[in-house]
Structures are given as structure tokens and as C-alpha cells.
């Protein structure tokens, strides 16, 4: 028996995830056992599918790889076929016309309610009389076709998930509509049981595979199987999708839709490898596969029951260890959409160099690709916002000095090398005798308006190929172009002519960009008069700086803590040689105050006093070159004092 299995989507909205998944499991089940694949489309709701719909199904089953090998087939271009079936089946008199009216229908199960019966239809109008056929039809009633169902009858399948499934005729609601009502004898619009069974034998379906919600509808599509007299298909009702609550998952909880999750930046690739995994584990408990290497290995057997949660962080993961095993190029594809959608201006073909080094960058980064909007910004935009923490770093004393040196270090119009950018820190933090980290820190500031962000180096550079390292430098110093600006497009990289010679002292060439300048925000002063009560969101945001600033203070201390010591070296030297010297004196006097407290002793320290004090009076008073020696002494330690090296002026 070859294997015939079909998805069969409604078109009356976008492609559904709980689709997308029941078409996956088809599609796996089809090339598992060298089958055969159907795209059915059933659109016999005419007021609720809508061609756009039907357009989306189409485009989201391509995207994600599940390539039909038959269809797609639409059922409303079908409609006389399943009336022609509709008639067949009112032939061998195991359909009929009822005549009830919705009045008569609701009183019916008003009174069901009443009497704490489930609602069902009470087959009132299965054996009616001619006579009474012709009464209703003179009224002008317009009947719905019913097909007869045994409450008497146990209807059993083994299902290929769920075992063996048994169901009573009488729990399924009585005799069931299988055409909507119509006049003068005609037979109206065919509904969805009927047709999915005139469909399903026409295509020679041979396993039925969808969601549990269906599972009501399974016992009597098996009596509409047998009452056409063909074979029983084999059932799979997989397992739903279900949210966090443990609910099916709807509208209600947000992206359901396969569109919206390729706009959120997930692959086709990690979205049909999650939705395999979404009811179903691999045999080797591997996560990560492709569909052709899930088809080797899927069965139903190793399909659960319970419902599957999805799982939005793992389905991030995927995503993740998809993009980071991506080629720079395929995954460059990929973000150029993301990147116009954005409104940032390049050429995909003129760039297209550039795009790849800014893939390059931050694609390790990377869970989902709509995030490259944000972590690429600063290279596409010409003026830029800047963070707290960045313009904290800004304010710090000597950053302004190393930003202008890296500024006067920084060759014009000529493309900066990774040798190079590493030459200038280098070179700034040896002559500006401070921290390399004070130095990236600052250089990633003005460059990039944050203190954290992809590698430094690799930004710069991307940035100087658009000429707008100096730029941003320039802003930040304060340093303003005396030259009349030239227009220059975003997109062309500034280059120096092979045969112009380059003058000694080039004048940079202006690129028009945003002039806005870069604004550093402070919290202003607040008087005593103009202070108000905080509300708790005010609290927490104050909270919230405040914490930062911390964070900032404690990550710059050992620098601070350094460059003080090295400035002050020598005023530190002095100031903690006097403190040892007063201390040392002070554990002298109480030595003496314990000594002198003991009578023998007291006399004796007297006299070794007096001969000190005269011994000290002769020694550094009573000759000239002692006084001398002592005066300079004086004066080199008030120089110290004061800030100044008597050897540098």
C-alpha cells in the first residue's frame, strides 16, 4: 500500500502554528514511508475564506519546506461533486430533508436544558409521511439534509496515537447536517464532514493526520466512509499546542500565525525543526535536524498524548544555534529585509561588502534576526542617541583629552586598518598615561553612544568606512570643520587618488551628516520648594540610575585608584611617612609615660632627655651647614606638598 496522506487548511485566516505542525507531521509521515503528499484546500465557507488567506497558507507552507506533491485541490470549485454524493446518499434513503425551523430547534434544546439532557437534534423529522412533506413545503420551509446515525451503534478505530478510541451513536448528537438548508428541492452548500469524506475517497487518503480537536468528527466521518462503501482510513490525532497555562493556543496568547513568526526574525529552518518537536521526541534524543533527517526517524510511536507547551525560550535557542552555524553571506540575505524594513539606507549590491562585515559582527549575537535592527543602528543612522552610563562616561575627567588624541592620531581620507586602531589605543594610553580600558571605554562611547556593544575595533572600522568615526569624534570634542562641507552619499567610501600626492598636512574632507549634537542628559537640580512626592515609578526609575552609576563607579575604581597613585606618587610618600613618623612618636611618648611613672626611672629619662634636646640644638642649629641642610629639607617638602617637582621647574 502506498502511503497517501493530505493537509487540508481553512482559508479563513493566516497559516496557523497548530497547522503549520499537523502539516509537518504529514509531510514527515509522507517521506518516512516514500509516500505521497496532498494540498487540499477547503474553502467551503464562502463568506469567511478570503484569497489572501489562502495566499498566506500557500507562502508560509513554502517558506517553511513542506513541498506538497499533489494540489493544491479547492474544494469550492468542487461543490456540484459532493451534491452529486449528497444525492446518493438520499437515494439509499440514509439521508433525508428536515424540515425543522430554528425556532422549533431552540425550544427543543430549551427544553433538554430544563430537563438536564445533553442538547442534540431528536431526529423528529427522519420518517417523515409524503403528506407531511408537502405541508411543510407549502409553508415555504427550506429543509437541511441530515444523514441518519444508529444511537444503538459503537463506532471503534485504533488510532495510531491514542490506541483504540470507542464512541456511542447516541453521544453524537443525533441524525448530523450534512448540507445547509435550501429550497424547491435543490440541495444546498455541502458541509465539512461530507466533503472531507467525498475528498479523502476521491484521493485515496489513506491515514488521516490531524490535531485531537477533530476527534469528535472521526466517528461520523467513519459512518459516512461505510455508508459510501469503501475502506476505513487509519486516524492520527496529534497532540495540541498548548500556552503556558496549559490552554490551546490562540490568537489570544499573542503570534499564532507563521508570518508573524518570520517576522519576528525566526528561520524556516529552526521553526519547522521546534514544530517537529512540538509532540514529538527523536528516537536518539537529539534537538537540533533538518526535515529530511527528522523523516528518517519519525514514527507515531514516539508521538505523545498530552498536549505540547510551547515553549517560546526554546524556540529561541533553536533559532540561535541556527544562526550562529549560518554562512555570512545566507544569513546576510536574510537581514537586508530587516534592515529596509527599518528605513536604514544602503544598496544591497554596492554595499553589499560592507553588509557582510556588519553581519560578520554581530551575527554570534544573534537569536532571532529581527534583533540586528537594533545592534546594527549605530552603523547605518548619522547621529545617535547616547546612554547614561555613556554620557557618564564622557563627563569623566581626561575622556575628552583621549578622545582628541585619538582624534589627532587619526589619518583623513584614508581607511583605517585593524593594525592601525590598535597602534592608536596603544599609542594614546602610553602618552595620555592612563588605563586601555579608560580609552575603549571612552572611544566606544563617542563612537557608539553605549559603554557595551559587539567588538570595538570591528566597529570603528565599519564606521570609518562610512567616514563617520571622525565625525562622531569631532561632535564629542567639540571640534568644528572650517571648511565648506561636501555632499557626499551614505552608501560611497572616501578614498584617496593613487596618483594625487598626499600633502603633509591634509585637511579632512567633510562628510554632511546630522549636526545634531549629542546630548548628554542630567537630572536637574531640584530646590527645596519645588520638591514632590515620588511616585513608585519614579522611585524605582531613580533607583534604577542610581544603581548604574554604582555599577559604573566600581568598574572604573581601579582605574581611578591607579591614576591617582601614579599622579600623586610622591605627596602620597611624604603625607605616609609623617603619619609613621607621628605615630611612631606618639607610641614613644606612652612608652615614656609608663616608664616615667615608675619613680627609679623618671629621674633617669630626665637627664637622657636634656642631653637630646642639647645634643639635637647643636647638631642641627649651631652650625651653619646644619641649618642649611634643614632649610632645604623644610622647603623640598612644602614643594611636595603644593603639587610641584622642584627638579621639573
Known sequence: MTVRVRIAP???GNLHIGTARTAVFNWLFARSKNGTFFLRVEDTDLERSKPEYTQNILDGL???GLNWDVGPVFQSQRIDFYRQQIQTLLDKRIAYRCYCTTEELDQMREEQK???????????HRDLTAEQIAAFEAEGRSPVIRFKIDDNREISWHDMVRGVVTWKGSDLGGDMVIARAAKNGEIGQPLYNLAVVVDDIEMGITHVIRGEDHIGNTPKQILLYEAFGVPVPEFAHTPLILNTAGQKLSKRDGVTS?????????TAEALVNYMTLLGWSSPDAEELFTLPQAAEKFSFERVNKAGAKFDWDKLTWINGQY???????QMTDLLIPFWQEAGYEFSPETDRPWLEQITTLIGPSLNRLDEAVAMSKVFFVPSFEVTEEAGAQLQQEGSTAVLQAILSNLAPNSALSEAEAQEIIKKVTKEQKVKKGVVMRSLRAALTGEVH????????LLLNQRSQDRVRLEKVVGVQNQHEPQEEAMSETPETPASSPVPENPQPTPVVVDTTPIVIETTPVTTRAEVKTPTTGQVKEEAQQVGQAVVSI???????????FSQYQKLLKSVGLIVLVLLSLRLL????DVFNSLPLLGGLFEVVGIGYAGWFVYRYLLTSSSRQELAAQIQSLKEQVAGHNSSDS
Request: no cysteine; charged share 15%; hydrophobic share 35%.
Open 453 to 460: 556593544g559587539p567588538d570595538l575595533i570591528q566597529s570603528w
Open 323 to 329: 544562526l550562529r552555524q549560518m554562512p555570512v553571506p
Open 114 to 124: 430544563a430537563n438536564n439532557q445533553a442538547p442534540r437534534y431528536d431526529n423528529r
Open 554 to 564: 566600581l568598574s572604573d575604581l581601579p582605574d581611578y585608584i591607579g591614576g591617582f
Open 62 to 64: 513554502t517558506w517553511l
Open 258 to 266: 507563521i508570518s508573524d513568526f518570520q517576522k519576528m526574525g525566526f
Open 10 to 12: 481553512s482559508p479563513t
Open 589 to 592: 611618648q606612652a612608652t615614656l
